[in-house]
């Protein structure tokens, strides 16, 4: 296929997430035809690394044939059934396997179209609740300052990127903000346990001036993804869970990007941050990116809380449980398992890690952080951690041209690159990953203008 009729297609008719109207119609994406492994191929033909794999989603890797047959012997057998009245039974089965690999009693699974359709029910399924309790006015939600939710009218109103935040209307009225949760911005002087401190104190003092009445729920990311991969300090989601117990505020854990191995274990609220939330939500590696899915665990008290009820659960979508979808995500998650992927990343990660912050070394980076397999470089001309929030916004683009031309592909947003590769990474890719990186950094480092 001629790569030009393909960009003048683009450039006409897909409208892409996060369009920049300045430059549509005018735009130049590398486009990919195939992906094999941790690779994809762009339309000249040339291999690059997918370093933020694909979405944060492509846990084991492109172009598996089990992955391709499992989903073709479904849609054979039963591409499509109503889950509204009807069920069908690979759903089910992948409802009992997520049910037993969920932290807690996290037993009930409501399955969605994709990440912000899991948020959104989960925030309508809190406010569902409160309803059937009598307590209509039990509906804020506390969020964070850089927290990304979703897309969704709701699941983006509780989502705190500023940038995002121009040009759209929000359902604010649900939703209160906290301050940054990263540790790179504490005050002068301050220390990471004062600012823990200070970061309790701020949730505490939101509930208390609220009103615990009237907030129903505090969601966070474990990590903070497109944010920026903020790392909170060790102990916040504990603390956070303690502090939400006391006012009966109830905890969401959005682990649309760390569950399914991104931090070495099915779900990263209990095995890596020691808590049992109320509701997790999830999407992207439930599937490794072979079909979109997302899906909402509830716990049984929650659950208990509605169970018999005069009432319906008036959400959902005619694709909740998709066969296709199911298989791919049962598929993937017996993957997952026998090739023991989550204690590969659990070996690889340290390796990931070290690198990652070697390049700290480099003039112009002035920050780097991750945890697992996610990784974040902040860069600034400057050199100044601040300056880099305001200015050079096109630093992350610039290093990801450079990096593209030597066989990676990075995330730039704004003035930090994200990296988040497929899950089955090697410990020699991962060098191979950042030795480039090293390399375009630099390469951008010297093309300053
Ligand atoms: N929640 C988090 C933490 C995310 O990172 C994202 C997407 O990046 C979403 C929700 C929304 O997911 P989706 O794009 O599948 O709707």
């Known amino acids: 296929m001629d790569n030009t009729d393909v960009r003048s297609w683009d450039n006409t008719h897909f409208v892409h997430p996060w369009e920049g109207m300045s430059a549509l119609g005018q735009n130049e994406r590398t486009f990919v035809e195939t992906a094999r492994g941790i690779h994809i191929f762009n339309g000249n033909g040339d291999r690059l690394i997918d370093g933020p794999g694909g979405m944060w989603c492509t846990q084991i890797g492109y172009g598996r044939e089990e992955m391709a047959e499992a989903m073709a012997e479904q849609a054979r057998q039963l591409a499509y059934f109503s889950p509204f009245s009807n069920t069908n039974s690979i759903a089910a089965r992948f409802a009992r396997e997520l049910a037993r690999r969920s932290p807690g009693d996290l037993n009930h699974v409501f399955f969605t179209t994709g990440g912000s359709t899991a948020v959104d029910s989960a925030l309508r399924f809190v406010q569902f609740r409160n309803n059937l309790l009598g307590r209509p006015e039990k509906k804020i939600v506390i969020t964070r300052q850089k927290a ?37 911005y504490r005050g002068e002087g301050q220390s990471i346990e004062e600012f823990l401190e200070e970061k309790i104190v701020d949730l505490e ?34 603390r956070c869970l303690e502090v939400c117990r006391r006012h009966d505020v109830l905890y969401i854990s959005d682990e649309v990007v760390t569950a399914f191995g991104r931090l070495g274990h099915w779900f990263a609220s209990e095995d890596v941050f020691g808590i049992r939330p109320d509701i997790i939500t999830c999407a992207k590696g439930l599937t490794s990116g072979y079909a979109p899915m997302g899906a909402t665990l509830i716990s049984d008290r929650l659950i208990a809380d509605v169970a018999g009820r005069d009432a319906t659960f008036s959400n959902g979508y005619t694709y909740s449980g998709h066969p296709v979808c199911a298989a791919a995500g049962l598929t993937s998650m017996e993957i997952i398992e026998r090739e023991g992927i989550l204690e590969h990343v659990r070996t690889v990660a340290p390796v990931f890690q070290e690198r990652l912050h070697d390049l700290s070394r480099i003039g112009i980076v002035t920050d780097t952080r991750g945890m697992g397999l996610m990784g974040c470089v902040q860069c600034s001309l400057d050199g100044d951690k601040h300056s880099a929030l305001k200015a050079d916004y096109d630093i992350g683009a610039r290093i990801d041209a450079e990096c593209q031309k030597r066989g990676l592909l990075v995330r730039p947003i704004v003035n930090m690159c994200v990296m988040s590769p497929p899950l089955i990474i090697t410990e020699d890719q991962v060098h191979q990953m950042f030795d480039i990186l090293e390399e375009g950094i630099r390469a951008a480092e010297q093309c300053d203008g």
């Not at 990127?161 to 009225?173: H, I, N, V």
């Not at 944010?227 to 989601?237: A, L, R, T």
Request: glycine share 10%; hydrophobic share 45%; no cysteine.
């Open 205 to 238: 003092n939101a509930i208390l001036t609220l009103g615990a009445d009237r907030v129903a729920a505090f969601i966070a990311e474990p990590i903070l993804a497109s944010g920026g991969v903020i790392v909170p300090p060790k102990g916040y989601h504990r």
């Open 148 to 184: 990304y939710h979703g897309s969704t009218y709701l699941a983006a109103g509780v989502s705190g990127k500023e940038r995002d935040r121009l040009w759209l209307d929000k359902a604010d009225q649900f939703a209160h903000f906290l301050p940054d949760v990263n540790p790179l």
